[in-house]
Structures are given as structure tokens and as C-alpha cells.
């Protein structure tokens, strides 16, 4: 499985693209700048076959429209974000203004589940805290997490905006920490790291573990 990272928008959120040997992909979290999603999938000659979003705030699904529309595909979201993802009040301004929504209906991811994709095997995995839909990816085959904006290299999601709840985040990170040490994470901004580093390097997610879950 091979992977791209694009640092979109003035949050430099980050954009993954995941495919298989048939030029399957995936994509998770088109936060910005849809045209340019859409030309690296172009360049890679990707088919694409869903678009996950790992939650609903502005920076993480600000391209999903203007990309969707050249590359449709189902767009799977928690039913916690799903409400409000494309409301009018879901901007970050001046920065980003509220999403316009794609043409097509959302696939909504309910609880932790297990998803097939085409050839790609992951687990949903229901990590609120940052947002109440707040998601992690977990490819078990490949050992790849991605994180959204849970889990930081050296940090953790911020609970101070809409539907944050520091209680939830602790469970989340506790739930995160359950995951084998070798577990590659590809979080929703900043550069990747491991769970074994962040075990042993991060404040909150120490404080966490110590804690056994509670804030």
C-alpha cells in the first residue's frame, strides 16, 4: 500500500491519499484546495473508491466538494459530525467559511466498526474529544492509525471548540494506547510518528495512561 501526504490550507492540515496495486485509493480528509487533491489523484492515476473524513471541522473537509465532484466516490463521516459538517456555522474565519457539501448523500460510520473497501481491510475506530464524530483509521494489516486530530506527534487534540469534551479525549487516547507500540501514526497535522515514541515522549498521552483514562 503506498501512501501521499498534502499540507493543505492556512491550518497546513494534512490530506492523505492511500492506494493499492490496482490504483485504488482512498482519501482522508480534503481540507482545502479540492482542485489540487484532485490533480495529485489525476497524476497517480488513482480510481477513487471512498473519501473518509476523520471529523467535520472546516480545515478537514473544505476540498471534499470541488474534489468529489471530479472524483465521486461515498464519503464516510461519524454520525456524532454528520449534523453539523456542512452547516452554516461550521466556518473558521477569516480562514476557512463554512464547506459547501458534495452532491451525494453521507455514509455514516455509527459506532467503532470494521470497514472492507475494495482490497483495503481498517477499523473505524470512534475517538470523540476533539469533536463529538471525532474518528481514527486503523489499517491492522499495515499497522498505519491515522489520527485526525487526536493524537499529535508530541500533542493531543484540543477540546476547547465545538462538541470538545476532555473527558471523551482521555477515553480516546486511552483506547488509542491499546494499539500495538509498533503502530505507525499519521496524524491530521504536523509530521508522522509511532505509538511507541509517543507512549514514551508525550505529555498527555502519558498523563493519560497514568491516569487510566481519567482527565
Known sequence: MKNEVLSLGPYEANCYLIWDANNDALVIDPGYDGDQVSRTIENYRLNVRAWLLTHGHADHVSGLAAAHAKHPAPVYIHEGDASWVFSPDNHILPYYAAPKKHDGELTIISETQQMEIGSFQLQAIHTPGHSP??????????????????????????????????RALAHS???????????????????RTSLRLEKRSNYFLRQFIAQDGRP
Do not use: N
Request: charged share 25%.
Open 133 to 166: 464524530g471525532g474518528v481514527c483509521y486503523y489499517f491492522p494489516k499495515e499497522s498505519l492509525l491515522f489520527s485526525g486530530d487526536t493524537l499529535f506527534k508530541g500533542s493531543a487534540g484540543r477540546t476547547d471548540l465545538r462538541g470538545g469534551d476532555s
Open 173 to 191: 487516547l486511552k483506547l488509542i494506547t491499546e494499539l500495538p507500540d509498533y503502530t505507525a501514526v499519521y496524524p491530521g497535522h504536523g509530521d
